[in-house]
């Protein structure tokens, strides 16, 4: 590392008073040790290379004022703050409470995690007036499209019941038709038989043929009221099951139309039952309400601001328009004496650190001459540039004054 690389680090590393005087002793050290300061270009080199060190430490230095300004005239702006009448202060104090109030609403509004979609915002929108009819509505209609299904299923049922009953009903007759006919020919063949008999015999017949007689009369007589009891049977199913059919047809109509209305009501407002589009109703009502809480704060917000701008201005702050930011610390007067030892620790380590920067640029300054003088190094162009950088850096050489 060069000699005055060595310097450079030391300085930006921010040495101690001690620490850097121990590091310019070295560099001069090193300095007269070179053989060749006979070199005028060598001698140029390292006045021109101090003069850099010196310009970048002023700069630093200059930065560090600034910074110390800024901080003593916060600290004179607290204390203006904190001599104001007790009236006047708490209404600062009030002021600055509810534009942070405002504030926190309002980013909260910013930040908040959206509810509902744009386009479901923009439905909602264009039929505010209608909305809450048509959640009633389309309620009204679920709740009988369930009613009508139901009822359709029950109906559905019975209809079925009915048609096998007929079914039934029907195919005892059919069957009760082919016995009947099979009796029929067997009491025939039965008949022709006891005739027969009853000529070419000489039996008594009359007995077994008059009850023979009987037999068929009583058998045709239960046959018939079979038949009718049957026929009746089938005539009041048959009825039945007109009656449960008709039903079953408007009932399907009924709950086709109720269908057809839920399913255009859902189509038009983009949602699957009245519970989504009451959902959705309720957090357009919230978007709503969130939206023009946002625009009302804005409005106390641009309100309360003012306000603690011309409750400030007479104050003749140092800045005014960073205090309108500390919202925070003017509610708080124990929180604003806090801040304001914590600058003024701050101002004292500032001043600190420009008195022995000052001294670090005086002495390599004074460096720079006693180089000059030891080596009759007085170029009119170095001189030029030495004038240029003590008017910079607002320097006296050989003085270590401030």
Not at 209 to 215: D, N, S
Not at 235 to 257: C, E, H
Not at 291 to 312: A, C, M, T
């Amino acid at each position: 590392m060069s000699i005055f690389n060595k310097l450079r680090f030391s300085k930006k590393n921010k040495a101690t008073g001690d620490d850097l005087d121990e590091t310019m002793d070295e560099v001069l050290s090193e300095i007269h040790k070179i053989d060749d300061m006979s070199d005028p270009k060598k001698i140029e080199q390292y006045i021109l290379d101090s003069c850099e060190e010196v310009i970048s430490l002023t700069k630093q230095n200059e930065g560090e004022k600034a910074r110390l300004r800024a901080l003593e005239g916060y600290v004179s702006d607290i204390d203006k703050i904190n001599s104001l009448p007790e009236e006047k202060r708490t209404e600062i104090e009030k002021t600055a409470d509810l534009i942070e109030k405002k504030e926190v609403s309002t980013q909260n509004y910013q930040n908040s995690e959206k509810k509902i979609s744009d386009e479901d915002y923009m439905i909602m929108m264009e039929n505010e007036d209608a909305i809450p009819n048509e959640i009633k509505k389309l309620q009204q209609n679920e709740d009988y499209v369930e009613k009508m299904r139901t009822s359709l299923t029950a109906i559905e049922g019975e209809h079925s019941e009915a048609k096998i009953d007929l079914d039934d009903i029907n195919k005892s007759r059919g069957f009760l038709k082919r016995a009947s006919i099979a009796f029929y020919m067997l009491y025939l063949s039965g008949f022709i038989l006891v005739i027969i008999l009853k000529i070419t015999s000489k039996l008594e017949m009359n007995t077994p043929f008059l009850l023979y007689l009987l037999f068929g009369a009583v058998a045709c007589v239960v046959i018939y009221h079979i038949e009718t009891g049957n026929a009746k049977r089938r005539k009041d199913a048959a009825r039945y099951l007109n009656t449960v059919t008709s039903i079953l047809n408007t009932t399907r109509m009924k709950y086709a139309a109720g269908v057809n209305a839920v399913e255009f009501s859902k189509a038009n407002f983009g949602v699957q039952s009245s519970l989504e589009l009451n959902y959705k109703w309720e957090a357009y009502l919230e978007a709503v309400r969130e939206r023009d809480k946002f625009l009302s704060d804005n409005e106390d917000l641009s309100y309360y601001s003012n306000k603690l701008y011309k409750l400030l201005s007479p104050l003749d702050l140092s800045d005014i328009n960073v205090w309108l930011k500390q919202t925070r610390a003017l509610k708080d007067r124990d929180n604003l004496l806090k801040i304001k030892g914590i600058f003024e620790k701050r101002i004292e380590a500032l001043k600190t650190d420009i008195l022995k920067n000052r001294k670090a640029i005086l002495k390599e300054r004074n460096e720079i001459n006693s180089l000059m003088k030891e080596h009759d190094f007085y170029v009119p162009e170095i001189v030029e540039i030495l004038k240029s950088v003590d008017k910079l850096c607002g320097l006296k050489p050989e003085t270590d004054e401030a």
